[in-house]
């Protein structure tokens, strides 16, 4: 990178960046410019140790070779087809590659771009599904508290973090199940909780109160990432499966963090046993190396929509980059590497060290609760008097000034590093969040 690049933008930024303090960031700015394997490096060559995977994405590491040719090869061969009316080989293989590792269920892929893109396909998909059934009315989305599905209006209206909703006026109509996070039971607990509310009981209340002849789907992350890694209990989302078919409701999974690995199975449907009708991912799919959403499909849902009257097009959705060659080309190489290396179980070795080495920061003051499964932890601080998240963000600029990348939400410090982790590292993210927690206000 030339002098020029590293130094120019903060001059006279043009850049609005994304859920940041814009005007806290460019008083004390972090960037990073250049990264490999675990790594990433600032301007100034300073090695900061991905403790989060860049978000929750970055599964294989980074700059795989193998990923950035296969990207380089397919923008020189076919750098973008559209897929409305007209195909390429290369989605079709990703499909077909991508559901060998699904449920055999859902065996249908429709593509997108990002989290948020495929949160509000899959809602779109199920009421259109209804609405194809003669049931029209059925348009009410169950979501759960905390819950993050991405910033589309759609997913914003199932999302459960207020923060995220209060400035953005009328949204769909939903409804939430409540949070699992119960600290009063469950707190600095290892893994999955034994204890917890079994959802059918909220899940019955909102029916009786909206009838279920209302509702398109209920939709929840199978562990809630954004809000700070809350875990369901070990039964949660099998009683919620069975709470769903008894009132007749489709279920939808967000995967776009427990995807990929995260948990050390290869998707969380696998490691809780439970299949959605719905599966929506993103992140992890490419590598994060070319932006791609996948929605995964039962074969019931995407059969109803081919067997009904054949009037042409049989869904009215989609984005112009929805397969794009080169995610497509990146996704595939994405795939080589997570089976070779066995990626997609790799966490299940590397999470009882993982747990180990989060859960020794427990004694330390101002830490309130820790917990973790598979390959992702958050570490949550007491919260200053009226400054909440004021120390979540002095850890996350102490940890990146110490050589490590966290991510916080409010005062909650989440972890979900690269998967190709070695144990040092996973020491090494342990000493350094000891200086960091050790040395706050
Ligand atoms: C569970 C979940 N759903 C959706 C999204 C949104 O994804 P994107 O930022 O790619 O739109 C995220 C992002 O973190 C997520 O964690």
Request: hydrophobic share 45%.
């Amino acid at each position: 990178m030339d002098e020029l690049t590293k130094t120019a933008p903060l001059a006279n930024p043009a850049c609005w960046l994304p859920f940041t303090a814009n005007r806290a960031f460019l008083q004390q700015p972090r960037l990073l410019s250049r990264a490999r394997g675990m790594y990433y490096w600032t301007p100034d060559e300073r090695p900061i140790l991905d403790g989060t995977a860049g978000l929750w994405c970055v599964n294989a590491g980074h700059c795989r070779p193998e990923i950035s040719a296969a990207i380089a090869q397919q923008a020189a061969e076919m750098d973008f087809a559209p897929t409305f009316q007209i195909g390429h080989p290369l989605v079709f293989t990703l499909a077909k590659r991508l559901i060998q590792w699904m449920p055999p269920a859902l065996n249908h892929v429709f593509f997108t771009n990002s989290g948020s893109e495929s949160a509000d396909t899959a809602l779109k998909i199920a009421r259109a599904y209804h609405f194809n059934r003669g049931e029209p009315e059925r348009t009410l989305f169950i979501g759960r508290e905390k819950a993050y599905h991405g910033v589309g209006f759609g997913g914003l209206s199932v999302g459960g973090l207020p923060r995220n909703k209060e400035a953005f006026g009328p949204l769909l109509e939903a409804d939430f199940l409540p949070h699992t996070l119960d600290q009063s039971r469950n707190r600095f607990g290892q893994g999955l909780p034994e204890w917890g509310e079994d959802p059918a009981l909220a899940l019955g209340e909102i029916v009786r109160r909206h009838g279920a002849e209302r509702i398109a789907a209920v939709i929840v992350e199978p562990v809630a990432g954004s809000a700070g890694v809350i875990l369901p209990h070990r039964d949660y989302l099998r009683q919620l499966r069975e709470a769903c078919d008894t009132h007749g409701l489709l279920l939808i999974f967000d995967e776009v963090i427990t995807g990929f690995g995260r948990l050390g199975t290869p998707f969380a449907t696998d490691y809780f046993s439970v299949t959605p009708d719905l599966l929506t991912t993103a992140k992890g799919l490419t590598n994060a190396a070319v932006p791609m959403g996948a929605v995964f499909v039962s074969d019931a849902i995407y059969q109803s929509f081919m067997q009904g009257n054949d009037r042409g097009i049989e869904l009215f959705h989609g984005y112009t980059y929805s397969g794009h060659p080169l995610a497509c080309a990146a996704g595939l190489a994405a795939l080589d590497i997570y089976e070779q290396e066995g990626l997609l179980t790799r966490g299940a070795e590397l999470a009882p060290y993982f747990e180990k080495a989060i859960h020794s920061l427990h004694e330390l003051p101002k830490v309130i609760d820790i917990r973790n499964i598979g390959m992702m932890a958050a570490i949550e601080l007491e919260s200053l008097p009226d400054a909440f998240g004021a120390r979540g963000m002095a850890a996350l600029q102490s940890a990146f000034d110490k050589g490590l990348l966290i991510r916080t939400t409010g005062d909650t410090i989440a972890l979900s590093p690269p998967l190709i982790i070695q144990r040092d590292m996973i020491d090494e993210i342990a000493d350094i969040l000891h200086n960091v927690i050790g040395n706050l206000r």
